[in-house]
Nanobody
Framework: QVQLVESGGGLVQAGGSLRLSCAAS????????MGWFRQAPGKEREFVAA????????YYGDSVKGRFSISRDGGKNTVYLQMNSLKPEDTAVYYC?????????????????WGQGTQVTVSS
């Protein structure tokens, strides 16, 4: 069992940066792959970024490549999403997720545990 709590969202102007954090509690944090997804009202949940359980594999959604970066700190049981050059179309609720899989990192259905989400709003 894993509990995930996101933080760091807020209102930022286009071109600005935010750093989201996801704090995990429970056993064996290092066992899980970690991902970030986002969802805007009326839209499908979109894959943003993921890191494998051993940190060797990293994936990004096409819309955020070159702007966002994911990292994990096992000692702090935390995964981060650094978001730079933010655009209004990045506005969404951002969720972190954990799963005990080794493939399918871009698929939301592969993740067993989800945080409550944190709102990111980018103004133009």
């Amino acid at each position: 069992q894993v509990q995930l709590v996101e933080s760091g969202g807020g209102l930022v102007q286009a071109g600005g940066s935010l750093r989201l954090s996801c704090a995990a509690s429970g056993r064996t944090f290092s066992t899980y792959a970690m991902g970030w997804f986002r969802q805007a009202p009326g839209k499908e949940r979109e894959f943003v970024a993921a890191v494998s359980q051993n940190g060797f594999l990293i994936y990004y959604g096409d819309s955020v490549k070159g702007r966002f970066s994911i990292s994990r700190d096992g000692g702090k049981n935390t995964v981060y999403l650094q978001m730079n050059s933010l655009k209004p179309e990045d506005t969404a609720v951002y969720y972190c997720a954990a799963g005990a899989m080794h493939t399918g990192y871009r698929n939301a259905d592969a993740y067993a545990y989800w945080g409550q989400g944190t709102q990111v709003t980018v103004s133009s």
